[in-house]
């Protein structure tokens, strides 16, 4: 009779993730900055009485609240140093401590969850030396969770310490940040990565690729968990062999060759090559999405080249091959050229991501960007013009920034949309910092100090300002102003401030709106610019091109937010 082992004594797979989680300081990865705090802390006797742990999914932080855990519970006294693994240290780490209670806040959210934490809190550690509390995603606790929260963690018993995790920082309350210690773990590069990876496939005996590593670390976007998952499966997927073709395959990326090839012809504005070539990666399990990422990626490492050459060239998780052709492209290529194609890239990934058909948005992105390979940049422009014929020549108004009608708009313009900046003689003064608060400006600066948006535009669009001294603001008002404004003005003036505010309105008199005199001046630009011969050279050499903006020559300043020119300055 043939028996049949049912299986009992085989022991059961643990995920790399798990089976190579850090159990010791030491073997924590990029977060070296947080391990000597520790260390510091520790050997002064000053442990905290909360401590907040905050980075990207899967960068350590429950594991590191074990960790810290486990070090303040050591039996020989509080360290980061520990050399021996006692049954406790074990508990600690696998979690099934009686004294080191662990609670997800995702799923107990509210405030009797937390109540019985409070209750729980005056009765001493069973075993060690602290009782402690590890709270994972305390950012999901409600508003009232955190107030039963506050008083318990501002002083706590003695033996009680607190360890918080969370991805979204922003969303715990600053009463509880306050109280606590916090620690930003690191997202980490992907050559540390990289590196860290080649070590795990050795010690499991598998024969991993350089650029298969180097592919999954960049995948994995700074999250060692998210990395080791990737190569779990990479295992899998290649029967103990890890190669670059594979993990290709499964991550849905092409070849980085095929990439820099796509890249090379639109760039050199062969768009029929181009989408030739993603249409040939798509059919080879390609995702639009994916391989246009890929495109950026390699117009920011290119960029980099031009910038940072020996710094951007020690990143080891870039191949030989896009180290050899990406110098060949930075020394060839413009920082125009690649900067408007990250811009057109950007923009183009929302419309792959969102549309119905991602290789069709995909194809309508290659040729616009192949389009714009051909557009010189505007200092080469503006020298052309200069060297033609010369004409009888006004006085230069402010430079003209140009696009083709085809060419990509910015996503809050229409296609005829025209942007100008008015000189800086005709803006208002400057505004600056200053609390003695004597001009309108100082009043629009407040506003938007205080990120009020509405009270800004309210007072740019709907206040004649008169006069404005410390405690009272004299104006009138536009016909279409809502009844209550000045009441509004008074009230908010006060609360930012401090110091009551007298708001009087005349019936009368006041300059014109801030608005209104910033869409004066615009136009004013635009039928200058209009009117010069270089520009009209311009506007000649391009059919359909439009006037995007004016600005002032020899100042970086910004559009204004304002609404389009009238008809006439179009």
Same mark, same amino acid.
């Not at 608005?515 to 359909?544: H, I, W, Y």
């Given at each position: 009779?043939?028996?049949?082992?049912?299986?009992?004594?085989?022991?059961?797979?643990?995920?790399?993730?798990?089976?190579?989680?850090?159990?010791?300081?030491?073997?924590?990865?990029?977060?070296?900055?947080?391990?000597?705090?520790?260390?510091?802390?520790?050997?002064?006797?000053?442990?905290?009485?909360?401590?907040? @742990?905050?980075?990207?999914?899967?960068?350590?932080?429950?594991?590191?609240?074990?960790?810290?855990?486990?070090?303040?519970?050591?039996?020989?006294?509080?360290?980061?140093?520990?050399?021996?693994?006692?049954?406790?240290? +074990?508990?600690?780490?696998?979690?099934?401590?009686?004294?080191?209670?662990?609670?997800?806040?995702?799923?107990?959210?509210?405030?009797?969850?937390?109540?019985?934490?409070?209750?729980?809190?005056?009765?001493?550690?069973?075993?060690?030396?602290?009782?402690?509390?590890?709270?994972?995603?305390?950012?999901?606790?409600?508003?009232?969770?955190?107030?039963? @929260?506050?008083?318990?963690?501002?002083?706590?018993?003695?033996?009680?310490?607190?360890?918080?995790?969370?991805?979204?920082?922003?969303?715990?309350?600053?009463?509880?940040?306050?109280?606590?210690?916090?620690?930003?773990?690191?997202?980490?590069?992907?050559?540390?990565?990289?590196?860290?990876?080649?070590?795990?496939?050795?010690?499991?005996?598998?024969?991993?690729?350089?650029?298969?590593?180097?592919?999954?670390?960049?995948?994995?976007?700074?999250?060692?968990?998210?990395?080791?998952?990737?190569?779990?499966?990479?295992?899998?997927?290649?029967?103990?062999?890890?190669?670059?073709?594979?993990?290709?395959?499964? @991550?849905?990326?092409?070849?980085?060759?095929?990439?820099?090839?796509?890249?090379?012809?639109?760039?050199?504005?062969?768009?029929?090559?181009?989408?030739? +070539?993603?249409?040939?990666?798509?059919?080879?399990?390609?995702?639009?999405?994916?391989?246009?990422?890929?495109?950026?990626?390699?117009?920011?490492?290119?960029?980099?080249?031009?910038?940072?050459?020996?710094?951007?060239?020690?990143?080891?998780?870039?191949?030989?091959?896009?180290?050899?052709?990406?110098?060949?492209?930075?020394?060839?290529?413009?920082?125009?050229?690649?900067?408007?194609?990250?811009?057109?890239? *950007?923009?183009? *990934?929302?419309?792959?991501?969102?549309?119905?058909?991602?290789?069709?948005?995909?194809?309508?992105?290659?040729?616009?960007?192949?389009?714009?390979?051909?557009?010189?940049?505007?200092?080469?422009?503006?020298?052309?013009?200069?060297?033609?014929?010369?004409?009888?020549?006004?006085?230069?108004?402010?430079?003209?920034?140009? @696009?083709?009608?085809?060419?990509?708009?910015?996503?809050?313009?229409?296609?005829?949309?025209?942007?100008?900046?008015?000189?800086?003689?005709?803006?208002?003064?400057?505004?600056?910092?200053?609390?003695?608060?004597?001009?309108?400006?100082?009043?629009?600066?407040?506003?938007?100090?205080?990120?009020?948006?509405?009270?800004?535009?309210?007072?740019?669009?709907?206040?004649?300002?008169?006069?404005?001294?410390?405690?009272?603001?004299?104006?009138?008002?536009?016909?279409?102003?809502?009844?209550?404004?000045?009441?509004?003005?008074?009230?908010?003036?006060?609360?930012?401030?401090?110091?009551?505010?007298?708001?009087?309105?005349?019936?009368?008199?006041?300059?014109?709106?801030?608005?209104?005199?910033?869409?004066?001046?615009?136009?004013?630009?635009?039928?200058?610019?209009?009117?010069?011969?270089?520009?009209?050279?311009?506007?000649?050499?391009?059919?359909?091109?439009?006037?995007?903006?004016?600005?002032?020559?020899?100042?970086?300043?910004?559009?204004?937010?304002?609404?389009?020119?009238?008809?006439?300055?179009?």
């Amino acid at each position: 009779m043939t028996e049949i082992s049912s299986g009992a004594n085989v022991p059961g797979y643990r995920v790399l993730a798990r089976k190579y989680r850090p159990r010791t300081f030491p073997d924590l990865i990029g977060q070296e900055a947080m391990v000597r705090t520790l260390t510091n802390a520790f050997s002064l006797g000053r442990i905290a009485q909360g401590f907040m @742990l905050t980075g990207v999914r899967g960068i350590g932080k429950t594991t590191t609240a074990r960790l810290i855990a486990r070090a303040i519970n050591y039996p020989s006294r509080p360290t980061v140093d520990m050399p021996e693994m006692t049954p406790q240290c +074990e508990a600690i780490l696998e979690s099934r401590h009686m004294d080191v209670i662990e609670m997800d806040a995702a799923s107990n959210t509210g405030v009797d969850d937390v109540r019985e934490i409070i209750d729980s809190v005056r009765y001493a550690p069973i075993e060690l030396r602290y009782k402690v509390y590890i709270i994972d995603e305390v950012h999901m606790l409600s508003k009232n969770a955190f107030n039963a @929260l506050l008083k318990t963690l501002e002083e706590p018993p003695p033996h009680v310490k607190f360890i918080f995790a969370t991805t979204e920082i922003n969303k715990v309350p600053v009463t509880i940040l306050s109280r606590c210690q916090r620690f930003d773990l690191k997202r980490l590069d992907a050559a540390v990565l990289a590196t860290h990876y080649a070590g795990i496939a050795e010690k499991e005996g598998v024969t991993a690729e350089p650029d298969a590593l180097a592919m999954i670390a960049r995948a994995a976007e700074g999250s060692v968990r998210d990395g080791l998952s990737l190569l779990d499966q990479a295992i899998a997927y290649g029967s103990d062999q890890v190669k670059a073709s594979d993990v290709a395959v499964m @991550l849905g990326q092409m070849d980085r060759t095929r990439i820099i090839d796509l890249f090379d012809a639109v760039m050199a504005g062969d768009a029929a090559k181009a989408l030739a +070539e993603i249409e040939d990666q798509y059919r080879n399990s390609g995702d639009p999405r994916t391989i246009l990422a890929d495109v950026a990626d390699y117009v920011h490492w290119v960029t980099r080249l031009k910038v940072v050459k020996g710094q951007a060239l020690s990143d080891t998780s870039r191949t030989e091959v896009e180290k050899t052709r990406g110098q060949d492209h930075a020394a060839r290529l413009g920082m125009a050229h690649l900067t408007r194609a990250w811009s057109m890239l *950007l923009k183009g *990934l929302r419309e792959v991501e969102y549309h119905s058909n991602p290789l069709m948005a995909a194809e309508m992105l290659l040729i616009r960007l192949a389009h714009a390979a051909d557009f010189p940049p505007a200092e080469e422009l503006v020298k052309s013009i200069k060297q033609s014929p010369p004409a009888e020549r006004l006085a230069p108004p402010p430079a003209a920034q140009l @696009l083709k009608r085809d060419d990509p708009m910015p996503p809050t313009q229409g296609p005829l949309a025209v942007k100008s900046v008015p000189s800086p003689s005709a803006l208002p003064p400057v505004i600056t910092e200053t609390r003695a608060f004597s001009s309108f400006t100082d009043l629009l600066a407040l506003a938007g100090e205080k990120r009020d948006i509405k009270l800004k535009s309210d007072l740019e669009r709907l206040v004649r300002p008169i006069r404005v001294s410390p405690g009272q603001f004299e104006m009138s008002l536009e016909p279409s102003a809502p009844p209550g404004l000045a009441n509004e003005i008074s009230r908010k003036l006060e609360a930012f401030t401090g110091m009551r505010w007298m708001v009087l309105v005349a019936k009368e008199g006041g300059d014109l709106p801030v608005a209104a005199r910033q869409r004066e001046t615009r136009d004013s630009l635009f039928r200058m610019a209009r009117e010069n011969p270089d520009v009209q050279e311009a506007l000649k050499r391009f059919p359909g091109a439009e006037i995007l903006n004016v600005r002032a020559p020899d100042k970086s300043l910004e559009p204004l937010n304002m609404s389009e020119p009238d008809e006439e300055s179009r």
